[in-house]
């Protein structure tokens, strides 16, 4: 079984930065994407970033020209750069391992990372 392993969390204040990142062991898939979710109190996962096949990066509307993913595919290594964070991005961020697909966000099978808290503070 994969192993995913997310790391960087942590508490700041607003407008300060973070790096996440997110390791996975293991050669279950031959083709796989990686992305980052984040869960909520109360709310169900929802995707903020993620690589594509095709190795373009795509980032939510809410994060665009703050956030940055990236994947260094040598270590299975997917990264977020943080910037100018906000209070309402205090919650729990989750990495998945994951077939790629045109379903890829909603799929069920794939790996995913204990996840690692984020608190910003006003």
């Known amino acids: 079984a994969e192993q995913v392993v997310e790391s960087g969390g942590g508490s700041v204040q607003a407008g300060g930065s973070l790096r996440l990142t997110c390791t996975a062991s293991?050669?279950?898939?031959?083709?796989?994407?990686m992305g980052w979710f984040r869960q909520a109190a109360g709310k169900e996962r929802e995707g903020v970033a993620r690589?594509?096949?095709?190795?373009?990066?795509i980032v939510e509307d809410s994060v665009k020209g703050r956030f940055i993913v990236s994947r260094e595919n040598a270590r299975n290594t997917l990264t977020l750069q943080m910037n100018s964070l906000k209070p309402e991005a205090t919650t729990m961020y989750l990495c998945?391992?994951?077939?790629?697909?045109?379903?890829?966000?909603?799929?069920?099978?794939?790996?995913w990372g204990q996840g690692t808290q984020v608190t910003v503070s006003s």
């Open positions: 690589i594509e096949a095709d190795g373009s990066a």
């Open positions: 998945a391992y994951k077939p790629c697909g045109g379903t890829w966000l909603s799929a069920p099978n794939g790996f």
């Open positions: 293991g050669s279950t898939y031959t083709a796989y994407c």
